[in-house]
């Protein structure tokens, strides 16, 4: 039998993407890093049921929840686990719009390679 999540005024939606977060007990089995979905069946303002994907198979716990956190799919919750999840890298710098380079010599007579990088 599917499993119905009681969130009181949870404001969810049918297909909104969400994930679990420091559910007591720990071997409902969902899996805290995995993002799941609301269903249309069984929605209501204090109920839902949830799917690994849209419009999946409704989810069956192994055991019953008695506490957790309802994130959206890209928040990161801290829990004390030992593991840490790294966020997202930094974007990719776009290439230079030109680059100029000469050679130049010093005052010791020692030549130099002078470089310029335009972004």
Same mark, same amino acid.
């Given at each position: 039998?599917?499993?119905? *999540?009681?969130?009181?005024?949870?404001?969810?939606?049918?297909?909104?993407? %969400?994930? %679990?977060?420091? &559910?007591?007990?720990?071997? =409902?089995?969902? *899996?805290?890093?995995?993002?799941?979905?609301?269903?249309?069946?069984?929605?209501?303002?204090?109920? %839902?049921?949830?799917?690994?994907?849209?419009?999946?198979?409704? %989810? #069956?716990?192994?055991?019953?929840?008695?506490?957790?956190? *309802?994130?959206?799919?890209?928040?990161?919750? #801290?829990?004390?686990?030992?593991?840490?999840?790294?966020?997202?890298?930094?974007? =990719?710098?776009?290439?230079?719009?030109?680059?100029?380079?000469? &050679? #130049?010599?010093?005052?010791?007579?020692? #030549? &130099?390679?002078? &470089?310029?990088?335009?972004?």
């Amino acid at each position: 039998m599917a499993s119905t *999540i009681t969130a009181n005024a949870h404001g969810m939606i049918a297909d909104q993407a %969400f994930k %679990f977060a420091n &559910l007591v007990p720990d071997n =409902t089995g969902i *899996i805290e890093s995995t993002t799941y979905y609301v269903l249309a069946a069984g929605l209501t303002a204090n109920t %839902f049921r949830f799917s690994t994907s849209i419009g999946g198979t409704a %989810f #069956v716990l192994s055991y019953d929840l008695t506490d957790g956190s *309802i994130i959206d799919p890209d928040t990161y919750v #801290v829990t004390n686990d030992g593991v840490m999840t790294p966020p997202d890298p930094p974007a =990719t710098p776009s290439a230079p719009s030109s680059v100029t380079s000469a &050679l #130049v010599t010093d005052s010791t007579g020692g #030549v &130099l390679v002078h &470089l310029k990088v335009t972004l």
